[in-house]
Nanobody, 114 residues
Framework: QVQLVESGGGLVQPGGSLRLSCAAS????????MAWYRQAPGKQRELVAAISKYGNTNISESVKGRFTISKGNAEVAVYLQMNSLKPEDTAVYYC????????WGQGTQVTVSS
């Protein structure tokens, strides 16, 4: 079994920054990639950013230039640095990991509001 634990969400004013973290533990075999998704009220869950085990990244056009995804070195973790946040970035952000299975974190709320 694999556990993903997210942290770093919260309330921030427009233009502010937040850094989300996701730590993985448990029976991890061969990670293919780790990613961040988000789901706003009344909307479908969407991919924000993904990073492969080789460090290749895929960033959604809606956040490109503002968000950066990175992964841990010694630890099994993924991070999302979010800058220049906008109200439309408000959502629950979920960590996702794929190896032999697919795993999700419990989600962390990000609210961008003045």
């Amino acid at each position: 079994q694999v556990q993903l634990v997210e942290s770093g969400g919260g309330l921030v004013q427009p233009g502010g920054s937040l850094r989300l973290s996701c730590a993985a533990s448990g029976s991890i075999f061969n990670i293919i990639f780790m990613a961040w998704y988000r789901q706003a009220p009344g909307k479908q869950r969407e991919l924000v950013a993904a990073i492969s085990k080789y460090g290749n990244t895929n960033i959604s056009e809606s956040v490109k230039g503002r968000f950066t995804i990175s992964k841990g070195n010694a630890e099994v973790a993924v991070y999302l640095q979010m800058n220049s946040l906008k109200p439309e970035d408000t959502a629950v952000y979920y960590c996702n990991m794929r190896d032999v299975g697919e795993y999700w974190g419990q989600g962390t709320q990000v609210t961008v509001s003045s």
